[in-house]
């Protein structure tokens, strides 16, 4: 059974940094787009950037471009989420996820897509 599993949440001042990680077990990242989404209390998860397996491309939310970068490292099978410059509305729980096939402009927002999910891991902004 594929498993992900999402770390490196914590809380932060706004400005401040985290990077999370997201390790698949069982699992070896080949031709998928690997996708980070967000839920806050009370709103619905949204997706946040997505990272293609193969060559590394990336897609983010317009919320998160230019703070947040997404990269890979295929021989640890791990795909890390840097943020920067955090604000409190960027607090939710993180989730990643994965799915066959590289990360489309149409679809790397959409949950449905994701065929492989972990569990989340909270970021709290303070502000």
């Known amino acids: 059974e594929v498993q992900l599993q999402a770390s490196g949440g914590g809380l932060v001042q706004a400005g401040g940094s985290l990077r999370l990680s997201c390790a698949a077990s069982?699992?070896?990242?080949?031709?998928?787009?690997i996708g980070w989404f967000r839920q806050a209390p009370g709103k619905e998860r949204e997706g946040v950037s997505c990272i293609s397996s193969s060559d590394g491309s990336t897609s983010y939310a317009d919320s998160v471009k230019g703070r947040f970068t997404s990269s890979i490292d295929n021989a640890k099978n791990t795909v890390y989420l840097q943020m920067n410059s955090l604000k409190p509305e960027d607090a939710a729980v993180y989730y990643c996820a994965a799915a066959w096939g590289p990360c489309t402009d149409d679809s790397w927002s959409t949950e449905d897509d994701y065929d492989y999910w972990g569990q989340g891991t909270l970021v709290t902004v303070s502000s």
């Open positions: 069982r699992f070896t990242f080949d031709d998928n787009a």
